[in-house]
Every structure is written in C-alpha cells, then in structure tokens.
C-alpha cells in the first residue's frame, strides 16, 4: 500500500479512545485527497500544544477522509495508544519522514558512490529506474515498472505486480523473499540469479542469463546436506564408500546436485523422518551409479525428496 505525502501538516483530534480497535476518529486539517490504496501516517503527539494527557506519541494510518472524519489503522510501527478529548497530531516535520522506510520514487532516481542505495520498510520504486545497486533489506518493497541499470539483492519482502528488469545480476537472500505476480513479471538482462531463499511465480516467468550456480561443495566422506548447499555442485571425492544424507530444511521446489568423482561409492539417503524417491534399485536409497555420474535431488516438500539421475 502507498504511502501518501502530506508534510508539514497539523491538527486536533477529539474523542480519541484508548482502544487499538477504533477505526474512525474526528479530526480537523486531515486531507480530503488521499489516493485510494494509499495511506497517511500521522503522529499524535499528547503533551504538546495543550493536551488534555501524556499518552502515546501514537502513529496511526490514515486510508480517507470524509469530511472531518478519517478512517484509520491505531497503533502502527510499534507506537504506544493515545487517548484524550484533544489530542494534536502531526504529519511530515519527524525525521523518520524522510528516512527511506518512506521512500517514494516514481521516477529517476539516480545514485552515487559505491554503497549504492539500501531500504527497508516500505518502499515504493514503482516506475522508477535506479541507475546503480540496490539492496532490499527488509519489509515490503514495490518494485513494479522498475529498471535496476546494477545489481539488485533481496534480503526479504519484494512483491512486483508489474515487470521488472535487472540489468546485472540478482541474489535472494531471504527465505520467500521475493513474489513475481504478473506474467513476464521479471527479466534479468545479465548476470546471475542466486537464490538461497525463494521466488514465487504465481502466473509468469523469470529470464535470466544464468541461474543458480555458485560454486563446487567438495566432500571426502559422508556428509549431510544443508541449505547452503542449494545452488552448489556437490563432489563426492571419496575413494571409501559414504552417505549423502538429505535432510527437511528446505523450501519445496529447492534442489540439491551431485557427483561421485572416485572409487568410493555415494549412497543417497535420508535423515530421520525424510522419505526419498527414485528409480534406484532400493527406492529410498539410491546410488550413485560410477565416478562421474550425477544425481539430482528435489525438495517436495513435507520431508519428501525425488532424486533422479544416473543412479542405480
């Protein structure tokens, strides 16, 4: 949901309940002219400018406004209640107004530097081109309609309603960290996409030059596979027999690569209470077949994995 700007207003609420439920309070100078969909954050401040008590500061969202009466979300951004017959607010002059928690840009927004730009909170980037790196550290971002000319990272919270283009490379760090809703929603132009977390396509699809390889796992006995493991290649160097152990913390839809390079057989098993699947002559514990040969493993879900390949 948008945040709408309205800076430097002032006012006086009245009848103001101690009661995080209250939906509507009566107000004088809110504005009449939000958007549909956006919201005004106000800060009612009790103790200054003759107020009737010393709750609060409060920080409430604003959705409309009908004549005197603004329909409102209490309590927002971990804020204390108000309460009081006159209570005076404020939206604009606080410093977190312009901190990028707030940060709306419907256009060119150019950086400088080698940090590039971070944001957390909402962030609303629709239509925006960011000619340098940016990074999602937190929260909900909107990254409809946007064009990153450098390298975007996720941590969590991006949903695109729209398309997007990453003109280098694009890492998801967070566990469902990003959400592409619409059909052709995301295009990565060069570069990688790294994903240790999730990305959720409901009705699209993502092009990318290349996906998903980071690097080489290295093994020389048995070993029990990890997270950190999505998107690496894993060697079983071993020349006595060993186990690759699959375990359930995973995000469904994840997979796990692997080959044997030495004499040392693999065999592909579970952790306690993890089911595998394949076409191995034992189905819950393949083997991989000879040196060289490579298996597949896919997260289902529930503890459930499939493994395919050259396995026997």
Do not use: C
Not at 142 to 169: D, K, M, Q, W
Not at 200 to 228: K, L, R
Not at 252 to 260: D, E, L, P, S, V
Not at 279 to 304: E, H, M
Request: glycine share 14%.
């Amino acid at each position: 949901m948008p945040r709408y700007r309205a800076n430097f207003l002032s006012g006086v609420v009245s009848g103001l309940q101690n009661n995080a439920s209250q939906t509507a309070i009566t107000g004088t100078n809110f504005p009449t002219n939000i958007p549909a969909g956006s919201y005004l954050p106000v800060t009612l401040n009790p103790g200054y400018f003759g107020a009737n008590n010393t709750s609060g500061p409060e920080v409430i969202y604003v959705s409309s406004v009908v004549g005197n009466v603004a329909t409102v979300t209490r309590q927002q951004e971990g804020s204390t209640l108000a309460s009081g017959t006159t209570v005076p607010w404020v939206a604009g002059p606080l410093v977190a107004d312009f901190d990028v928690y707030n940060l709306t840009s419907t256009g060119t927004l150019t950086l400088s530097g080698t940090g590039g730009l971070t944001v957390s909170g909402y962030t609303n980037l629709s239509g925006t081109t960011v000619n340098g790196n940016l990074t999602v550290a937190s929260g909900y971002t909107n990254l409809s309609g946007t064009t990153v000319n450098g390298n975007l990272t996720v941590a969590s919270g991006i949903t695109v309603t729209g398309s997007i283009t990453v003109n280098n490379g694009l890492s998801v760090n967070g566990t469902n960290g990003i959400t592409v809703n619409a059909t052709n929603g995301m295009t990565i132009a060069s570069g990688n996409l790294v994903v240790s977390g999730s990305v959720t396509v409901p009705g699209g699809s993502i092009y990318a030059g290349a996906v998903g390889y980071s690097g080489t796992n290295t093994q020389t006995g048995s070993y029990v596979v990890a997270s950190g493991d999505v998107n690496y290649l894993i060697q079983m160097n071993n020349i006595n027999p060993a186990i690759l152990t699959l375990s359930g913390t995973f995000a469904t839809g994840q997979q796990i690569t692997a080959f044997r390079s030495n004499a040392g057989s693999v065999t592909i098993s579970g952790a306690s209470g993890v089911t595998i699947y394949s076409t191995g002559a034992t189905s819950s514990k393949p083997i991989i077949r000879t040196p060289y040969s490579v298996a597949t493993a896919i997260y289902l879900g529930s503890n459930n994995w499939l493994v395919t390949g050259d396995i026997s």
